[in-house]
């Protein structure tokens, strides 16, 4: 190329791939821009420059047409549009089973799976059942509405396989939309508008007497998996097209898709406000949305009452803030009656925390949320993640979950104290830091400074030596009585000795 010097050694270097291959390429003189080319620009011609030389080297698999190609807007827009991902292999190696549907597919990334596939047939019987009811729209009216939106549909999924994706496999995925969509609405539909709804028969087995029970918690374990969603869009468009009221029933008026989808997901949340402000993405949005938000009359999250801390805490504090060390420190330990994960709160010694119900579910659901802030491009907070790395270091042994249980901050319906402990062991596997701009970080900082302080640490050594046993309050007792008669006579003899000296 005309106009660049590239050193020999340079080219040797990069062909051996050597660190210190790295040069700057100055133009020749008279060869420069005025205005100086663009970053990109730069780059593509240093590569060019080296691809170009007789001795291609390392620089061999790159593509001379894409050299001189920015970053196009389709790319990042493309990234944007996306909220359905496949989990990385280094986060689904910590606990594969807890991304991977049981029963059912919903979406592209699982379909067809071998399963999966006894679903298939009665996902297909629900929509031909739905379409011969009277006055049914005709199937050709849900497809023309799927097929306008489509585009946006698959854009939500990233990195959808070629199979699924590109105008010569939209009939496949247009059919999947609605098959899926038909399929879960008749679920939701079910479960929460009451038997007087459902129209099949009692020995269904999909949605008969035995639905509750067979059918319904597997449903909604798997639409809570980030690779099996699909997006609240396609239900809307189902709904829309026929004109149903059914939802009203639901909420108030409206077609209120958000509040029937939480309702089925998670019967005893109250709904948050705002909720209907806008169609969430899909329903693991839906359950995340109601798990962070404070709910009204709930004050914000605060720490005040405890000591300060730098002004940029470690984003990983090493200090013991067990539930158990919390205790033994003074801390009070107290239940919100919230299950909002920003619900944390602070103030002076007392450390409130929203209930938190530890069941089967509770693992694969709380992996599948931070996967989903992990992986979500648009979300600049995180705080399931927050949430749950700082409860990790609050539950470390039997004692920590007997403590919360006592305090009715933990529900455990695992029915073992040591399996809520190895629960916490295997959420944390993956999680080393807090998110940045946590508010657990400050907490957690400022809990660990006050167990640190001098007073606190005489406390807990304390608390540990003569009251962490059941017996050890009656032993002291016991000890302290003794001492004190043991003292009263001694000064009973010395009283008695002066009056006889005395007399």
């Known amino acids: 190329m005309s106009g660049v010097v590239v050193p020999k050694q340079a080219v040797d270097g990069i062909r051996d791939g050597r660190a ?3 040069v700057l390429i100055e133009p020749v003189d008279g060869a420069k821009n005025e205005q100086g080319p663009e970053p990109w620009q730069r780059l593509s011609t240093e590569i060019e420059a080296v691809a170009g030389s007789e001795e291609r080297g390392c620089w061999s698999w790159v593509p001379r047409e894409e050299l001189s190609v920015p970053i196009g807007s389709n790319k990042l827009e493309k990234w944007s549009a996306a909220c359905i991902y496949q989990v990385p292999t280094r986060i689904r190696d910590h606990s594969r089973g807890s991304y991977t549907p049981q ?19 009665h996902k297909r019987r629900v929509l031909l059942h739905c379409l011969r009811r009277r006055g049914a729209k005709p199937l050709a009216d849900f497809i023309e509405a799927m097929n306008g939106a489509a585009d946006e549909l698959e854009s939500m999924y990233c990195d959808l396989p070629v199979e699924w994706s590109g105008e010569q496999n939209r009939g496949r995925f247009v059919e999947t939309m609605i098959i899926d969509g038909y399929f879960m609405l008749e679920v939701i539909r079910m479960a929460t508008g009451g038997l007087e709804l459902c129209d099949y028969d009692a020995n269904d ?36 097209v026929e004109g149903s009221k059914k939802l009203e029933a639901v909420k108030g008026g409206g077609l209120a898709i958000n509040a029937m989808v939480l309702k089925f997901l998670s019967p005893s949340t109250q709904c948050p406000e705002n909720l209907e402000g806008r169609l969430r993405l899909h329903p693991l949005d839906v359950f995340r949305y109601s798990r962070i938000q404070i709910q009204g009359g709930e004050e914000p999250f605060s720490t005040t009452g405890l000591p300060n801390v730098e002004d940029t805490p470690m984003l990983t504090p090493t200090g013991d803030i067990s539930a158990m060390a919390l205790h033994d420190a003074g801390v009070q330990l107290r239940m919100v009656s919230s299950k909002s994960v920003r619900s944390v709160r602070c103030a002076g010694r007392v450390l409130s925390l929203p209930i938190l119900s530890v069941n089967e579910l509770t693992e694969p659901i709380f992996l599948n949320l931070i996967a989903f802030e992990r992986l ?24 920590d979950v007997s403590l919360l249980e006592s305090k009715s901050i933990i529900r455990n319906a695992l029915g073992n104290s040591q399996k809520v402990v190895q629960l916490f062991e295997s959420l944390n596997a993956d999680l080393h830091v807090y998110p940045k701009d946590s508010p657990l970080l400050e907490v957690h900082q400022r809990m660990e400074t006050h167990c ?8 807990a050594y304390v608390a540990r030596k003569y009251f962490r046993s059941p017996w050890a309050p009656i032993s002291l007792a016991g000890s302290t009585f003794f001492l004190l008669m ?18």
């Not at 639905?211 to 809570?224: C, F, K, S």
């Not at 979500?376 to 004692?399: A, D, Q």
């Not at 640190?452 to 406390?459: G, I, L, P």
């Not at 001694?490 to 000795?497: A, E, K, S, V, W």
Request: aromatic share 10%; glycine share 6%.
């Open 376 to 399: 979500h491009v648009r979300l600049t907070s995180f705080p399931v993640t927050g949430y749950v790395f700082f409860m990790s270091n609050v539950v470390k042994s039997v004692e």
């Open 486 to 503: 043991t003292v009263a006579r001694n000064i009973y003899g010395l009283t008695q000795r002066r009056m006889m000296d005395e007399g």
């Open 20 to 22: 210190d291959a790295v």
């Open 103 to 121: 029963l059912v597919s919903l979406g592209p990334f699982h379909h067809g799976e071998d399963h999966l596939l006894p679903m298939e047939e």
């Open 452 to 459: 640190q302080a001098a007073w606190s640490m005489w406390r």
């Open 205 to 240: 087995p999909i949605f008969g007497v035995h639905a509750h029970v067979n059918t319904i918690p597997y449903v909604r374990r798997d639409m809570l998996l980030i690779e099996n969603q699909l997006p609240l869009l396609a239900l809307e468009k189902i709904v829309a």
